[in-house]
């Protein structure tokens, strides 16, 4: 167990709809990221957040969008849902306390179902 | 050319086998993670190197900056140890770019 929860587990739903992934970082960490695992695609970051704030931003879609909260939890919103977005999607965390380079303790993803 | 390659994309070997999985990349880095994921999903980090040489147990991770090559080495194969392993070169502070995967296998 990583420490870091997401929810749901599972999401099935329609092309066109809109739906919002969660993710609780461990304790203490200030940065979260946002993957997503697609069949075709593999492994790819989509953004990065610290304390807050966007850090990073990778292959993200202008129709996904993401914030941090104050209590740090972190959400994903994927809008105007279309077949490919169909995919696992992980968020992790990591402590961000000195900078640089950082082991990133993984979720264990909540799985897209776009039909 | 992805920026992060690995070899083989698939492995089947017998149980205690060494196996070795190899990571290159073109792209300029401050570390490099090697992941593990099960066949349910789940990722786990085994390493992050910047340099030399790390051991885990039966796992060892090697890096040549210079060379731009990892690779990830499993003494001893066990069945529990088949996975998919992915390498991922950090960019910048923490901008992870992912190789393609190698799915091992280890028959009994």
């Known amino acids: 167990d990583s420490g870091v929860t997401q929810t749901p587990k599972h999401l099935i739903t329609a092309t066109g709809q809109r739906v919002t992934l969660r993710c609780s970082p461990r304790s203490g960490d200030l940065s979260v990221y946002w993957y997503q695992q697609s069949l075709d695609q593999g492994l790819q970051f989509l953004i990065q957040y610290y304390n807050g704030e966007e850090r990073a931003k990778g292959n993200i879609l202008e129709r996904f969008s993401a914030q941090q909260f104050p209590d740090l939890h972190s959400e994903l919103n994927l809008s105007s849902l279309e077949l490919g977005d169909s995919a696992l999607y992980f968020c992790a965390s990591s402590p961000q306390i000195a900078g640089g380079a950082e082991t990133q303790y993984f979720g264990p993803g909540t799985r897209l179902l776009v039909l | 050319k992805n920026e992060v390659e690995q070899s083989p994309q698939n492995l089947t070997a017998q149980e205690g086998e060494f196996i070795t999985i190899n990571c290159s990349y073109s792209?300029?880095?401050?570390?490099l993670h090697w992941l593990q994921q099960h066949p349910g999903g789940g990722i786990v980090s085994l390493f992050m190197?910047?340099?030399g040489k790390k051991k885990h147990g039966r796992l060892i991770a090697t890096i040549n900056i210079q060379e731009k090559h990892s690779s990830l080495h499993i003494t001893a194969s066990h069945p529990r140890d088949s996975a998919v392993y992915i390498c991922?070169?950090?960019?910048?502070?923490?901008?992870?770019?992912f190789g393609q995967g190698t799915r091992l296998t280890i028959n009994p």
């Open positions: 991922a070169a950090i960019q910048g502070a923490q901008k992870l770019v």
């Open positions: 190197l910047s340099s």
């Open positions: 792209v300029g880095i401050s570390a």
